[in-house]
């Protein structure tokens, strides 16, 4: 079992503007993420999806509005956000000259995070990474072993707030379940977790709720009932009519 | 920078140096680089030190032969010359400076005085006039090369394969990251700085200061520090390997190649002087008004002549209790000399505000003030070799004027008119060879230390200037980057 930090994360966008190009990317944003909450952002491309992620990461600055973790806001406390976050990009990058297991132990290491090799071991198990890959360099990955080593690192980091961007992309069938599975055994142990996709399905298998998201605003939301997901076929419906729209 | 920070760097440097030594390019570029530096060092070293036997022995040699010249008439003898060589410092076995250029060795005789000889860039053909590849070439223009082949990618790396957001977003503020990098760079300096720390400490051993020593190689690391922050710098700026890479090749070719020589031909033009034959006409022109030293019935000493008979009270040359002609020699010698003095004195300060000009492009290129404190710090720039001028000089005229002494004291006026008559008279107008002692010992010091560090101070100043407006520049990009 992943052991989370037990502190009161809460992830809060609150009339969020973000205007890198004209017209603005996000628009008036809002919507919170409560501690042990999986919430994901679903809309199509250009939506702001990956925008409203990085703007939580610090990386976009807001032209208005409040992008909070942990009530602190993100720019203003960047190094303490970042710290608090594990961040899972849409396409994970580690770097080809290193192994997996090594380049684990170097982001590790970044975060001044120690573990030990057993550890580094029980991640790979969990996210189904082949043994003979983790001392393999990493240039003979693929996609999905990729987002796998960083699924195990984002693990590894045992923070209380999880950011991820298109998180399944690249995973087999067998392995989006796996992770979904993941997911929701982190928010169980008391993880917040913001996810941004465009797989309706994928969502609803994980989330507690879901914000549609269409040219930088929230256009819907959806619960999901006590003990049960939220029902696929409605928001897909309003996926598909929001963006026809 | 905490503690945690300064780990957190450090631990990037090592995923730094991991990288370098799994990437076959830039281990290749690190053992060129070694040995580049090491070879340069062993075989400078090796020819300065043959230099130096040689000159010593040379230096003997010549005042041997000198003094062990037969009975001869003492103007044959001024003729006759002696050579002075230099000795250089022991830290100019890695920085020759401007000896290469301006020589090493003056043949000083009387009614002239000679330019400095030996100088290894005039004995060269036309391709090896492009500088010898010493220690401080290498350090100076190769190594900033390496640096930058190895280093360029630092941080562009990380952005163009997006490693760098997801650095970032671990909680690594991008300083820390950039501290990283840097340490990298800068470790591997030092590395490539061995071979050149090894001989520095050799040169302490052969006599050199190590206050002077510690200088150079403090001058150098700061010169290679500012390259590694330049190569942050672009790293960091731009988002493209292939951007920094263009852009540091640009820096290092106006830096290394195109300023050095921007900044002599500013110097040449901003201080004109004129060039050796207008200069040698000039000093003919003024020479022939004080008539020539060897007739002494050239009408320019009439009112010498007759000022000496007064002073004797005689009617006569010939009743003089001198001999005329020696003193003739004597006075024509020292007016010339004071002549050819103001001229030397006219050209060296043409050379030093040329030189100083030429030093204020080290506001502008890095370069130019290491080059500037290399030499100075080695004892090899332009005012040692000025001084080594004014010595020699001093040195002509102390032992031609010994010999004129000679000439007017012991030598007997008629016999000195009549030594072309026959060989007997020939042989009547010779002095003793026990006279030929008169060369002093002749050894060139190095500058002081205190003189050399004085020196250096503006040049320290260029290269610390150059690394804050570098840390602000980074600073400045790195916030843009956070």
């Given amino acids: ?197 465009h797989d309706v399905y994928g969502a609803c298998q994980v989330a507690d709720r879901i914000g549609l998201l269409r040219n930088g605003e929230l256009v819907g939301e959806f619960d999901a009932p006590e003990n049960g997901r939220i029902d696929t076929e409605e928001v897909h419906r309003a996926f598909a009519q929001k963006e026809s729209a | 920078m905490n503690l945690s920070a300064f780990s957190t760097a450090y631990t990037i440097a090592k995923d730094e140096w991991r990288y370098w030594l799994r990437s076959k390019i830039a281990i290749t570029v690190l053992i060129i680089g070694l040995l580049l530096t090491l070879s340069s060092v062993i075989v400078t070293s090796i020819n300065m030190l043959e230099l130096n036997h040689d000159r010593h022995d040379l230096q003997n040699a010549a005042e041997q032969t000198f003094v062990e010249q037969p009975d001869r008439h003492p103007h044959r003898m001024v003729h006759y010359g002696h050579y002075a060589f230099r000795l250089p410092s022991p830290l100019a076995t890695l920085d020759p400076g401007v000896d290469a250029y301006t020589g090493n060795s003056v043949f000083l005789e009387g009614h002239r005085q000679n330019s400095a000889m030996f100088a290894d860039q005039r004995q060269g053909t036309a391709l090896t006039k492009l500088g010898s590849l010493s220690p401080a070439f290498i350090v100076q223009v190769l190594v900033p090369l390496l640096l930058i082949l190895i280093g360029y990618s630092s941080v562009s790396r990380e952005r163009e394969s997006q490693t760098l957001t997801f650095i970032l977003s671990q909680g690594t503020s991008i300083f820390v990251l950039i501290a990283g990098k840097a340490l990298a760079l800068i470790s591997l300096i030092g590395l490539i700085l061995l071979p050149l720390i090894l001989s520095g400490l050799f040169t302490i051993g052969n006599g050199e200061n190590p206050i002077v020593v510690a200088s150079f190689l403090l001058g150098y690391a700061f010169y290679l520090i500012i390259w590694a922050l330049m190569i942050i710098l672009f790293s960091t700026a731009l988002s493209k390997n292939s ?24 110097a040449s033009t901003t201080v004109p002087s004129a060039g050796k034959l207008e200069t040698d006409f000039t000093v003919i022109a003024e020479l022939r008004k004080l008539g020539d030293g060897h007739n002494a019935n050239d009408p320019a000493f009439a009112k010498f002549k007759a000022s000496l008979l007064a002073q004797y009270n005689v009617d006569t040359v010939e009743d003089l209790p001198i001999n005329f002609r020696g003193a003739v020699a004597s006075r024509s010698e020292a007016e010339l000399t004071t002549v050819l003095n103001k001229f030397a004195e006219k050209r060296m300060d043409e050379e030093l505000s040329q030189t100083q000009v030429s030093r204020n492009f080290g506001w502008l290129s890095p370069m130019v003030a290491i080059k500037t404190l290399s030499m100075i710090s080695a004892g090899t720039s332009i005012e040692t070799h000025h001084r080594f001028m004014r010595e020699t000089e001093k040195l002509r005229f102390d032992f031609v004027q010994s010999l004129n002494k000679v000439h007017v004291e012991q030598l007997n006026y008629q016999d000195d008119i009549n030594r072309n008559l026959n060989e007997k008279s020939s042989k009547q107008a010779r002095v003793d060879s026990a006279n030929w002692q008169v060369l002093n010992d002749f050894t060139f010091t190095p500058d002081s230390p205190s003189t050399r560090l004085q020196r250096s101070v503006s040049s320290y100043l260029q290269l610390l200037v150059w690394i804050i407006v570098l840390v602000g520049f980074i600073q400045l990009t790195g916030r843009r980057a956070q």
């Fill in chain 2, 243 to 266: 951007e920094s890479f263009t852009a540091l090749t640009f820096v290092w070719i106006l830096f290394c190649i195109a300023m050095p020589r921007i900044a002599s031909t500013t």
């Fill in chain 1, 1 to 197: 079992m992943i052991k989370i930090q037990k502190i009161n994360s809460v992830i809060e966008a609150s009339s969020l503007c973000v205007d890198i190009n004209t017209p603005p990317i996000l628009k008036t944003l809002n919507f919170q993420v409560k501690k042990g909450e999986v919430y994901a952002l679903l809309g199509g491309n250009g939506a702001g999806k990956s925008t409203t992620l990085k703007t939580f990461l610090g990386f976009n600055i807001p032209t208005s509005g409040n992008a909070k973790i942990d009530d602190q806001e993100v720019t203003e406390a960047l190094d303490t956000t970042r710290e608090k976050c594990a961040y899972l990009p849409e396409s994970a990058t580690l770097y080809p000259h290193l192994t997996a297991r090594e380049n684990i132990e170097y982001f590790l290491s970044l975060a001044n995070i120690r573990k030990s090799q057993d550890d580094i071991n029980q991640a790979f198990q969990k996210v189904a990474l082949q043994q003979d890959a983790w001392d393999r360099h990493m240039q003979t990955y693929s996609k999905g072993m990729r987002q796998k080593t960083a699924i195990a690192l984002a693990l590894l980091r045992e923070a209380p707030i999880f950011l991820l961007d298109e998180p399944t992309s690249g995973l087999d069938p067998v392995a989006i379940d796996e992770f979904n599975h993941l997911v929701r055994e982190l928010a169980l142990s008391g993880a917040t977790i913001l996810m941004v996709t």
